[in-house]
């Protein structure tokens, strides 16, 4: 897939940040939420891409309400910001009282030495929010190692490490020089291929299917950066399960994923995603 992205690094006083963009492809948008708003309403993906985020357990949320500069009528600016909380609100957020910044990345790019507060100092405010609202992560150290890893290139002469071959420990501001006195693999991973979960169709409004589904229902399976085509095997009692509703399933894989209890997924036909789940537990 071609796919045209920008990579901004950035950093306050007292964090750094990267800043992943790119246009809105079907196989990313599962895991991405953007903040982009119209000034005549929230555009169509909005508020599937907050479903995705909620989804994805994404606990704390800074808006920001982009193309302010288009529309003079402030009343029209609360309007959207009411209209975000809102949906926000629906989701499980606490949209009465997370930070909503306003401001034009079209007013920043061209300068924004105006004076404007919806050009430089919008994005001053933006990146002082994001320090405050949102806390610093507690790594999660009990739990078995788990990193998702959505491609593999082989460059000949590159990345290949042999015993003997001095190398670069790098990490907390330092570099230490070592040599490689042997090369393990362990292969103790657990691979399954069916698992128990809890899955949430999304109804037509939220750009998810408007007919129900049915036991042996196939699709794509997203799970940790993977596609894998697979099918319900199981609705657990039920005959069908409508757009909207919220059931248990059985899912079987056409191959063996890393799978853990309380991992996230989302379903996909066509190229769009109409379903959203969490695993509840594994099939040997």
């Known amino acids: ?7 901004v690094q950035y950093e306050s006083e007292t964090r750094q940040y990267m ?5 809105r492809q079907a196989d990313y948008i599962k895991y991405m939420l953007s903040d982009a ?38 009343d029209q600016h609360e309007l959207v910001e009411l209209e975000v909380r809102g949906l926000l609100t629906s989701y499980g957020f606490p949209g009465d009282n997370l930070p909503i910044i306003k ?56 990345g290949v490490i042999r015993v003997g071959d001095e190398v670069d420990i790098v990490g907390f501001g330092a570099v230490v020089r070592t040599t490689c006195t042997g090369v393990e693999m362990f292969r103790n991973v657990r691979m399954y291929t069916d698992f128990k979960g809890q899955v949430y169709l999304l109804n037509r409004e939220e ?7 049915f036991n042996n229902y196939q699709a794509q399976f997203f799970i940790c950066m993977t596609d894998v085509t697979g099918s319900i095997t199981s609705l657990e009692g039920m005959e069908m399960v409508m757009p909207g509703d919220s059931w248990s399933i059985t899912v079987k894989l056409v191959a063996p994923m890393a799978i853990k209890e309380g991992l996230h997924f989302a379903i996909s036909e066509g190229g769009r995603t109409v379903g959203r789940g969490i695993v509840t537990s594994t099939l040997e």
């Open 1 to 7: 897939m071609a796919m045209l992205t920008a990579h």
């Open 19 to 23: 800043h992943v963009d790119w246009p």
């Open 37 to 74: 708003v119209q000034m005549d309403g929230l555009m169509a993906q909005t508020r599937e891409e907050i479903m995705v985020a909620r989804q994805a357990g994404v606990s704390y949320i800074v808006v920001f309400l982009n193309k302010c500069d288009m529309v003079d009528n402030e």
């Open 103 to 158: 401001g034009s990345a079209k007013q920043v790019l061209e300068g924004g030495s105006d004076g404007s507060e919806l050009g430089e100092h919008a994005i001053i405010r933006l990146v002082e929010a994001l320090g405050r609202y949102i806390p610093v992560p507690a790594p999660t150290v009990d739990h078995p190692f788990l990193m998702p890893v959505e491609d593999v290139f082989s460059v000949p002469g590159r």
């Open 207 to 213: 750009g998810g299917r408007h007919a129900p589904i």
